[in-house]
């Protein structure tokens, strides 16, 4: 299993660290796609997780607390949704851009 900058283990395409314990295995809709996520974490934590990293244009996650507005994704069809605030839920869809 490779190795990130900082020694923990990850998989291709979970960036995780997974010697973490975690919630219950879920799956999320991201722009059409299925995305991997745990039970307690948020939408930010997950879609970094996955490498999804720009939202709505070029805007991306800055604060992490719900401050900035910055994270903002339209979930199960409610626009402006903070990402950083808002906890994961099995089968949720999640879209990062509408421009
Ligand atoms: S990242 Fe600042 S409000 Fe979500």
Do not use: W
């Not at 395409?13 to 219950?24: K, N």
């Not at 709505?56 to 900035?68: A, L, T, W, Y």
């Not at 507005?69 to 839920?89: G, K, N, S, W």
Request: aromatic share 4%; with cysteine; proline share 2%.
């Amino acid at each position: 299993m490779p190795q990130n900058s900082t020694g923990s283990k990850h998989t291709d395409h979970d960036l995780r660290i997974a010697s973490i314990l975690r919630g219950r295995k879920i799956s999320l809709k991201v722009d059409g796609k299925q995305v991997v996520a745990y039970e307690g974490e948020t939408v930010h934590a997950a879609l970094t997780a996955a490498g999804i990293r720009r939202l709505k244009g070029s805007r991306g996650i800055f604060c992490g607390m719900g401050i900035c507005y910055e994270c903002l994704v339209t979930i199960d069809h409610v626009p402006d949704q903070r990402a950083c605030m808002t906890f994961v839920e099995d089968q949720m869809e999640i879209i990062t851009d509408e421009s």
